[in-house]
Structures are given as C-alpha cells and as structure tokens.
C-alpha cells in the first residue's frame, strides 16, 4: 500500500490530499503541520479553510485512509510519496525584497525529509516556487543523504478557490514535471499512476522540472494579465461612456480569446497572482531579461491603478470629504465562494478610506472580525506568513465594526461598497436599503452586481466599474489629487 505524506495543511495541501484518499482507496494520506490549532481543525466538524464539497470529501475519508497529524517526522519518515505543500512568501527585507520568493519553510523542510527519511522517497513540490527550485532542493537533500534516494518531482497546483473540489476531481491538467533520468522518469510514472485513478491519461502533461515550474508562474501572470487588460478598458470605458461589459463580451466571443478572465472588477486578489508576478519580475531581472520584468511588472501597477481609482471615485463622488461618514463595505474575501482574504482589494480599498477618515461597517459572509481587523493593521506580505509567526494585531480598529448583516451594514450609511461578488448581494431588496441610508445613498460597485437601472431608478446615485456614468459622477473629477 503507497503511503503518501503531504507537509502543509493549508489551502492547497488539505482539499488535494482529501480528493487524492477519495479517489485512490488503497493509498493511505496523512496531512502534517506543525500548527496543531490548524490539524485539530481537520480533524473537527468545522474545517479551518472554507470550500464548497470539502466537507463532504473529509467526511468520507478521513479515519480511513485519510488522516491529520502534528507528528509531522513520523509521518515524512513512513511515506513513500512526500509532497511538500509549504508558505513560499514574498521576501520582505534582504536580496529581493518584495518581489522574491522567501524559501525558508522550503528549505527547513527540505532538511527535515533528509534528517528524518529511512528508506527511498519521492519529493514533490506542490507549492508555488520559482524555477530552479528543484535543483536547490535537490543538493540539500543529496549532501545529506546518508545513503537514501530522494528522487524530486514538480506538480504545481493549478487549483481556483471557490471551485478547488470541482477543479481536483475534473483538472484541465495534471502537471508532473522531473529528471529526463531512469530514476525521474520512475518516478513521474510512479505519481502519474495516482493520478490516472480518476482522471485521464491525455490530461496527465509530463515535461522536465524547470518547465513545470515555469509553467505555474506563467499560467498565473497570464490569468492576472487578463484581468488587468479588461480593468485597464474599465477605466478608458468610463471616460468614453462606453459599456466595459458590452466590450468584454464582444471580445469575448472571439474563439481566439474566449470569455473566462474578461470581467471588470476593483482589482484581482488572492494568494498567487501578485507573489508569482513579482517572483516572475525577480527572475527576469536576474536573468538580465529587464524589458521581460517591467512589462510583467505593468500587470501590478494597473491592478494598484484600479484600487486607488475606486477609492478615488468614492472621495470625490461625495463631496471630495468622507470624514467621520459612515461607508458599508460588503465583501472582504478576495472573490465569492472563499473566506481567502489574502491580498484581497478590499484590504487596500479599506484602507483607503481611512485614510480619508472614514467611518467602516463591513459584512462578508466567511469571514471573521478577527481576521478583516488582522488584514487591515497587518504590512504587506506578512500575512503569507504562518499563522503563529504573524505578528500579533489589534482586537479592534478604530473607525472599523464588523457586522453579520448585510442590511445592518448599510444602516445610516452615506455609501455602500460592494467589493465581493457574493450571490447574496444581487438578491438584495435595494429598496429596503436606500430607505435605511443617507440621502444623497451612493453604490460604488466594484464588482459589477447590481442592476444599474433599477438601483438609480430607486433614487440611488451609482458608480460600477467600466459603465457609463451617473450624470452626478460626469462632474466629479475620476482623481483627487
């Protein structure tokens, strides 16, 4: 019976190893990490990362042949299969400082498989690293062998949150990446041969190590790109009265671009795009390649443009002051069907706005208080840190409350922010709403969920990413200075 060890109960590593036991019955999976507040979460009724179908998969295997621990050395030392599925954050000081990849977990972990490891292993990167990776990996490992082989293999997660399960149990692709060598190509079958219990052959891709690397920074910067273009027209639209959703689905539509990635938005978030950015930036400048860094760098900077023009927008669009007013935020996580906060827009929206004294209500409906107040009196980059390495934050934020209730958020507020696509947002009774606000009640839609229509003919005055303008709006400078 192949026994698998996946080092990093996080995102990636729980929802993977969950489907790999459901999916594979006579592989035993066992998910380490040294948080036991984490583990003891798996193994709860309620899981520490929100997925839809998650629960169901855990429920289904876990005591079986699925199983979570903080013994993380015996578990690495029994396995045959040792994915390691570790923070690779953004450096925050030293060489490469904001935009290089920090491989310390990597690397004590790396020490930790070859000090604790009695028989052969195969060593699988499954977090986000950057080229070349491997090859350091490889030479810890080696120089500490003590007569062991360790054979490593790349196989990057290309996983969406909000649809982590349905991507895993039907992947466009399975990447496995190794040595063009008798032992790499073993192993690549060894690991391919997992995989081809549920998903076919054609869509299991093997390529040498440094391409599978690439290929995750490069599908990520690809993805981001999209979304910069299409924020980019957002705001050419606004100037020009055009409609960026009619341009979106007209461009949309030609097979040769096609409609995923096309929707105008506050700005993307998340805990891959801008890391893997700047970590492509970092390699492209190390290579001597500064043209290829500062046109993947531009991706960034329109991503920031779009979060500083709506925070703009709001300032200006009410009176150029929104001191001491009262602004409902709704949405924090950094898309719908996710409590991820990680680089979310909200956080620099929000931000934003208290620094221009504002007064916040917030709702999202998966995240906590306690996490919205670390997000927000955190520095950049420190959040992608482990938990208990975080420095400690604040139980509360001046000019910040948290709410469980959409309609208590937006209560005696002069302006609503939607700034999480949630469904529950579009089914609001917006009468109910503008009854309870301020008057002049604004909408600034940075995900393009209302009904722009009806909501003005509510009384509203409203401003959604890339559409023509309210005619109040045409009068206001789009930048405060």
């Not at 295997?61 to 030392?77: M, Q, W």
């Not at 703009?312 to 150029?320: D, E, G, T």
Request: aromatic share 8%; proline share 5%.
């Amino acid at each position: 019976m192949v026994k698998v060890c996946c080092i990093g109960a996080g995102y990636v590593g729980g929802p993977t190893m969950a489907v790999i036991a459901l999916k594979c019955p006579k592989v035993v999976v066992t998910v380490v990490d040294i948080s036991s507040q984490r583990i003891n979460g798996w193994n709860s009724d309620h899981l520490p990362i929100y997925e839809p179908g998650l629960d169901d998969v855990v429920k289904q295997c876990r005591g079986k042949n699925l199983f979570f621990s903080t013994d993380v050395e015996k578990h690495v030392s029994e396995a045959d299969i040792v994915f390691v599925s570790v923070n690779t954050p953004t450096k925050t000081h030293g060489l490469g400082a904001g935009k290089a990849a920090d491989l310390t977990y990597w690397e004590s972990a790396a020490r930790m498989i070859a000090d604790v490891s009695k028989s052969d292993k195969i060593v699988v990167e499954k977090s986000t690293v950057p080229v070349k990776t491997a090859e350091a990996i490889e030479r810890i490992l080696t120089h500490n062998n003590k007569g062991i082989n360790f054979t490593i293999l790349s196989n990057p997660e290309f996983l969406a949150e909000g649809t982590a399960i349905e991507d895993l149990f039907k992947p466009d692709r399975v990447l496995i990446g190794g040595r063009e060598t008798p032992d790499g190509q073993k192993a690549i079958q060894t690991l391919k041969e997992v995989y081809a219990n549920w998903v076919p052959e054609e869509k299991i891709l093997c390529t040498n190590l440094w391409s599978a690397e690439l290929s995750k920074l490069a599908a990520n910067a690809f993805l981001a790109q999209r979304i910069s273009s299409v924020n980019a027209m957002s705001a050419l639209c606004e100037a020009t009265g055009a409609d960026v959703a009619q341009v979106s689905h007209s461009i949309g539509t030609d097979s040769r671009i096609g409609p995923k990635f096309l929707n105008a938005s506050v700005g993307f978030g998340g805990s891959c795009f801008q890391k893997d950015i700047l970590n492509l930036v970092y390699i492209c400048e190390c290579n001597g390649l500064p043209e290829v860094a500062n046109y993947w760098k531009q991706v960034v900077k329109v991503n920031d443009y779009q979060k500083t023009r709506f925070v703009n927008r709001v300032v200006s669009s009410m009176f150029n002051t929104i001191s001491n007013k009262k602004i409902a935020v709704l949405g924090f996580a950094f898309k719908k069907d996710t409590g991820d906060t990680r680089e979310t827009p909200a956080i620099d929206v929000c931000k934003g706005l208290l620094g221009d004294k504002a007064k916040l209500s917030i709702y999202d409906p998966q995240v906590t208080e306690d996490q919205i107040t670390k997000d927000l009196s955190m520095r950049k980059f420190d959040k992608d840190h482990p938990a208990h390495l975080q420095p400690p934050s604040p139980t509360s934020i001046k000019q910040v409350s948290v709410v469980w209730d959409a309609y208590e958020a937006v209560k005696d507020s002069h302006g609503l922010c939607i700034l999480t696509e949630w469904d529950e947002f579009k089914k609001l009774d917006y009468q109910k709403v503008y009854d309870s606000m301020q008057k002049p009640a604004f909408i600034f839609d940075g995900r393009n969920v209302v009904d722009v229509k009806k909501t003005r003919e509510i009384g509203f005055i409203v401003y959604s990413i890339g559409k023509p303008l309210d005619p109040w709006l045409k009068d206001m400078p789009a930048v405060v200075a």
